[in-house]
């Protein structure tokens, strides 16, 4: 079992920046990939940002893409989502998943933290 625990969320006015932390435990933190999704009311969850687990490639959906930044800490077990200049739409739960090594799917998910971004 992996353990996943984030922070950083908050209310931040448009065009601010937030830095979500997600804290891993109970397996090798390394032989994970990490992810953030996001579910905003009323949506379907979706999509920020993936990572490898030696953070040799990363992936981001377009909706963020040259605004947020994923990033992993192996030696601190923990991955990092910055965000910069949010927008309103960036409004959501935020979740980070790990994803085992040579499996398709996370099968591991946190509580989430939620981010407002207010106009």
């Known amino acids: 079992q992996v353990q996943l625990v984030e922070s950083g969320g908050g209310l931040v006015q448009a065009g601010g920046s937030l830095r979500l932390s997600c804290a891993a435990s109970?397996?090798?933190?390394?032989?994970?990939?990490m992810g953030w999704f996001r579910q905003a009311p009323g949506k379907e969850r979706e999509f920020v940002a993936h990572?490898?687990?030696?953070?040799?490639?990363?992936y981001y959906a377009d909706s963020v893409k040259g605004r947020f930044t994923i990033s992993r800490d192996n030696a601190r077990n923990t991955v990092y989502l910055q965000m910069n200049s949010l927008k309103p739409e960036d409004t959501a739960v935020y979740y980070c998943?790990?994803?085992?090594?040579?499996?398709?799917?996370?099968?591991?998910w946190g509580q989430g933290t939620q981010v407002t971004v207010s106009s």
């Open positions: 990572i490898s687990r030696s953070s040799g490639n990363t």
């Open positions: 109970g397996r090798t933190f390394s032989d994970y990939a």
């Open positions: 998943a790990a994803r085992y090594s040579g499996y398709a799917h996370y099968g591991y």
